[in-house]
């Protein structure tokens, strides 16, 4: 018999998008231009973040991580969806489909908890103004950005050593976009009770404790403000927490649809998908600048700068 730590299949085909026949051309020239508007809108954001000294503040130091961590999300999952919409078959191989399995939640692991320490970030802004400067100290931040990603690559390399012990014999038709940890383990001819118990448990957990820390940020803020409201306090908090309130709700009202809306997977579950995956780091940059006095004023003096040099 075959030793349980090993799989019979070099390969697995993804069958994709739900896309009508003879318009995978629109679809891809679509899907194209929002990859290359988030990497380019997001890379834009990075580089004015390090540029204008006045952007060297808590709060762009975390949205500049999830700027980068918005790229590598979509690149671990886009390219390869491109690739196949115009290559048959659409196929991945097995290592390619479990790295691109860890990197996806790897990816989206960091997302989650810098959104946390963001909304931290926001509360002690609103909060605590006057101790601003000293809670949220250097230290502090480069402590939160660096448990992020040591948190999320122990998650990911949890679960993915955990997938890599199964088995999947003959069925090899992966009905998504990319190699999804729910949908693998619905192949597997394996036992997969103790991947589901640790799914539900260890996944949930850091799901609630994510969402605790946010709401309770954003409960503490309101409480604040319902203390002594007033127009101009009621305009300073929206300024300051709509675009991080907005980002946090595209991407946990997507993400907790998919994972929580119902066990089987159908195309509603797959567009989903594709908007944590695709629109919500494509839309970032935009509801980050477009709300953003500071963001605006930075990308007028690099464009000025861009004008002198040209003279």
């Keep these: ?4 730590n090993q799989s019979s299949v070099s390969q697995f085909l993804l069958l994709g998008l739900p896309i009508p026949p003879g318009q995978q051309g629109v679809f891809f020239t679509l899907f194209l231009g929002m990859y290359l508007t988030t990497v380019l809108g997001n890379l834009l954001i990075i580089l004015l973040i390090r540029l204008d000294s006045r952007l060297h503040t ?14 590598s999300l979509s690149s ?9 919409m115009q290559t048959q078959p659409q ?12 990197f996806f939640i790897l990816f989206a692991s960091v997302n989650s908890f810098l959104l946390a320490g963001m909304a931290y970030d926001r509360y002690v802004a609103i909060c605590h103004p006057l101790r601003y400067i000293t809670i949220m100290r250097n230290g502090l931040c480069m402590f939160l950005v660096a448990g992020s990603y040591m948190a999320a690559c122990v998650h990911a390399l949890f679960h993915t050593l955990l997938l890599v012990r199964l088995s999947f014999g003959a069925h090899n ?11 693998l383990l619905k192949l597997s001819c394996s036992d997969i009770s103790l991947n589901e118990l640790v799914l539900f448990t260890e996944g949930g957990m850091i799901f609630f404790l994510v969402s605790c820390a946010i709401l309770g940020s954003y409960i503490c803020i309101g409480t604040i403000i319902l203390r002594v409201p007033s127009t101009k306090r009621l305009s300073k908090a929206f300024s300051t927490c709509g675009s991080h309130l907005t980002v946090v ?5 997507t993400f907790a649809g998919v994972y929580f809306s119902s066990s ?8 989903a998908s594709v908007m944590y995956t695709v629109v919500t780091p494509m839309l970032n940059p935009f509801i980050y600048s477009l709300r953003n006095r500071d963001i605006k004023q930075a990308l007028e003096m690099c464009v000025n700068r861009v004008k002198f040099f040209n003279w």
């Design 58 to 71: 808590p709060m762009y130091f975390f949205l500049s991580h999830l700027a980068f961590s918005d790229i």
């Design 1 to 4: 018999m075959r030793p349980e």
């Design 249 to 253: 709700s595209l991407y946990y009202g």
């Design 264 to 271: 089987s997977w159908g195309s509603k579950d797959i567009i």
């Design 173 to 183: 038709i992966i009905t998504h976009f990319f190699c999804e940890l729910t949908v």
């Design 91 to 102: 196929s991945i191989s097995y290592v390619g489909c479990i790295s691109q399995l860890y």
């Design 76 to 84: 671990v999952t886009v390219p390869k969806m491109l690739t196949n």
